[in-house]
């Protein structure tokens, strides 16, 4: 494989700003310069600012995470994570909460909110102001049009997302109105906090009125992406089993984008099925490992590394593009002082053939003569769980992405979610602590939130750092890709950084998780428990583009997605039965003439069907057949007491066809057919199916 070293003779045409001086790069902002708005601006389009040394500043964050999760031991994945707040002052004969109140010198360098409705106002108070600096609707101020048009300013699948900084040289105070109107409000604050002495120039109307010209010119960047020239271009061809070196470097340099393409030439590939499956498969089993100065920092599959995740799923941010024809790029500074190697392992059953591209550049002389226990190398992880048992309505385990040491800067992740069932899965939330905290001073308020959208919306988006590429559905079942990258709101750490995610779902089931975290880090930095065997063996598990229905509830297999909600329900607190495992399948939100259709295998000796089920006020009639064969009802699951004394437990018997009981697989129907006089709903619910002979 061809080698690349300088002189370089081809180069990338593209607009970054001004290159960072040494001072900028290796030791933070310099005693000269002061940070304000246009110097953010400029840092947020220059991609090397992510190279940035650690102690420039700290990033944290303010949100309305459930205050009753005081640690591990008590209520740590409690769900209230809505109108959450400081505390409450009174101003002017009028009542305030307080979201955000913070000395500086510092800047907002991200601001999400959500809420069912907008109904209150947002005032933002710099540097001690008695009266608001800035005040205005809450969806006009953060994802409208008050601060700047998209995609500063922007909604995304629900989710309203500000990403304009806000610097502030003294303090920052953010409050809101009129919450018993409003009543619920989620929200999250990501905030820099530079070293006392810092030169800031505060927001003000007049500093944001004379930028709307950069303003402009700021998003009309983040709009495009560089036209890049190949300083490398391979094709290769990567039996199972075999690890290709694509790209050798001997001398320092710098990558600055690097491409690939699946080669599909295949015959058997005859639909688009097919080929998405093809893909599917190989970009998981496809394994991208880069050293640099000898040591590997790169491990992650190809989909994930770019952020598509299982398949080929076209998108576009700062710094990732996934095109519809499955070219992939990354737009990550990757520099090095003397040697470089890409490798792609193939873990697969399959070969592949496959384009890699890239555009290098010559090493900075600001890079070349960083001391080598200050320089920033470029990593990429990822881990895999597969099969992870959820709790119904409750947080069930804090899911570890990464656990790095050392000195260095988070810049982005990749979640990829596969959910065997509908229902929602992403409650959790992120907790990330930094230099050792033993309380996490990034506590989010749902896994949505953190990627950017709200009120778990099954919803392609793409911006310029967050993204929802891949929401298979029906709802949020199958494939779920979400990604977030970070350039002002990236995180520094000077020792260590442990990032968690609350797994959290509605239903009892099965999920899997796999997570790719992107980070800078010294020589010396790494990250804990990384087993490459294991890393191995779940990339080179099974992976289905289109994921094949198999809800499964409390033990019930569906044949397929039933109209209305079918989820697991704890019957803990009723008192009037005995209900198995203390739970029950319950549908809710059905109308006459639907039904669920179960999956059910019928002993040969089988003469009866035992049915567990449930009777409360709000439960319907029902019928039951198997395979198209009556078997009994209606049956009225209607008790007129209301309350918890109630709902009650029984069992229904039902005969079953002798034609039946062959020791197959049957189908198994519970229709709707309405409800009673005396039942306010159409509910149903059973915890148990046992035949007898």
């Known amino acids: 494989m061809p080698s690349v070293h300088p002189p370089f003779l081809r180069s990338c045409c593209w607009y970054c700003g001004a290159v960072w001086t040494c001072m900028l790069i290796f030791s933070g902002v310099s005693a000269q310069e002061t940070v304000s708005l246009d110097f953010l601006l400029h840092e947020m389009l220059d991609r090397e600012s992510v190279l940035k040394a650690p102690e420039e500043f700290t990033c944290r964050q303010f949100s309305s995470f459930d205050r009753r999760a005081g640690s591990p031991e008590e209520n740590w994945f409690a769900n209230g994570d809505t109108a959450q707040f400081l505390r409450t002052e009174e101003r002017n004969g009028k009542t305030e909460w307080v979201l955000m109140d913070v000395q500086g010198p510092g800047a907002v360098v991200r601001w999400w909110i959500t809420a069912p409705q907008y109904r209150n106002r947002l005032f933002v108070y710099v540097d001690g102001a008695s009266e608001p600096t ?23 699948a629900r989710g309203r997302n500000l990403y304009l900084p806000i610097p502030y040289a003294k303090s920052l105070k953010i409050t809101c109105d009129a919450m018993p109107e409003q009543k619920n409000l989620y929200y999250q604050i990501n905030y820099r906090t530079y070293a006392p002495g810092t030169k800031v120039e505060s927001l003000t109307p007049a500093v944001l009125q004379a930028a709307k010209e950069k303003i402009r010119q700021t998003n009309e960047t983040l709009g495009k992406l560089p036209v890049w020239e190949d300083s490398f ?12 070196t694509v790209q050798k470097f001997t001398q320092g340099a710098k990558i600055r984008r690097f491409t690939v393409c699946l080669q599909t030439a295949d015959p058997v ?24 100065d000898g040591k590997q920092t790169v491990q992650c599959p190809l989909g994930d590394f770019f952020g598509s995740g299982v398949g080929v799923n076209p998108y576009r941010t700062w710094w990732t593009e996934v095109r519809e024809d499955g070219t992939m790029s990354a737009f990550w500074p990757m520099p090095f002082l003397e040697n470089a190697e890409i490798r792609i392992r193939n873990v697969g059953k399959k070969a592949v053939s496959l384009k890699s591209a890239g555009t290098v550049s010559p090493l900075d002389e600001t890079f070349a003569k960083c001391p080598k226990n200050d320089f920033l190398y470029f990593h990429a992880n990822w881990r895999q769980e597969r099969m992870i048992e959820t709790l119904a ?30 229902q929602w899965w992403g409650e959790g939330d992120e907790k990330i602590y930094i230099d050792g905290e033993t309380f996490p001073s990034h506590f989010g308020t749902g896994t949505e939130d953190y990627y950017g959208y709200a009120w778990c919306m099954p919803k392609w988006f793409e911006s310029p750092w967050r993204a929802q590429p891949r929401a298979e559905g029906p709802g ?9 990258f970070r350039t002002l709101d990236r995180i520094p750490f000077t020792r260590s950084l442990r990032f968690d995610m609350e797994v959290w779902h509605w239903s009892a089931t099965k999920v899997d998780y796999a997570a790719a975290v992107f980070w800078y880090g010294t020589r010396d930095a790494k990250i804990l428990a990384s087993e490459p065997a294991k890393l191995y063996a779940e990339a080179a598990s099974p992976v289905s583009y289109k994921t094949p ?13 039933p109209n209305g909600h079918a989820a697991v329900q ?40 035992r049915l567990g089920l449930t009777r409360a006020c709000d439960y319907g009639i029902f019928e039951f057949f198997a395979d198209g064969k009556r078997l009994g009802g209606p049956w009225d699951a209607c008790n007129p007491v209301s309350g918890s004394g109630g709902v009650i437990r029984e069992t229904l018997e039902l005969p079953i066809p002798e034609e039946l009981a062959d020791g197959k697989e049957h189908r198994f129907f519970i229709y709707l057919v309405g409800r009673s006089r005396l039942s306010i709903g159409t509910m149903f619910g059973m915890d148990s199916m046992e035949f007898l002979p």
């Open 570 to 609: 704890g019957m803990r607190s009723f008192p009037n039965g005995q209900w198995v495992r203390n739970e029950q399948l319950w549908w809710h939100g059905g109308k006459p003439g639907d039904e669920l259709e179960l999956r059910v295998t019928i002993p040969k000796n089988a003469r009866t069907v």
């Open 476 to 484: 949020n079942f199958g494939n779920t890709t979400n990604l977030r």
């Open 393 to 422: 309505g409750l947080g069930t385990r804090d899911w570890n992405y990464a656990h790095l040491e050392g000195r260095g800067v988070l810049v982005g992740d990749v979640l990829s979610v596969l959910n065997r069932v509908s």
């Open 269 to 292: 590939l005859e639909t688009a099925e097919d080929l998405a499956q093809f893909r599917a498969e190989a970009l998981r089993s496809l394994i991208l490992e880069i050293t640099f």
């Open 134 to 156: 800035f005040s205005g609707e809450v969806d006009e101020l953060v994802g409208g049009a008050f601060f700047c048009e998209a995609p500063l300013s922007q909604e995304t």
């Open 233 to 244: 271009a391979e094709t290769v061809q990567i039996v199972p089993g075999e690890c290709v």
């Open 549 to 561: 229905f198999q809800m499964e509830v409390c033990g019930f297999h569906f044949a397929k997605e």
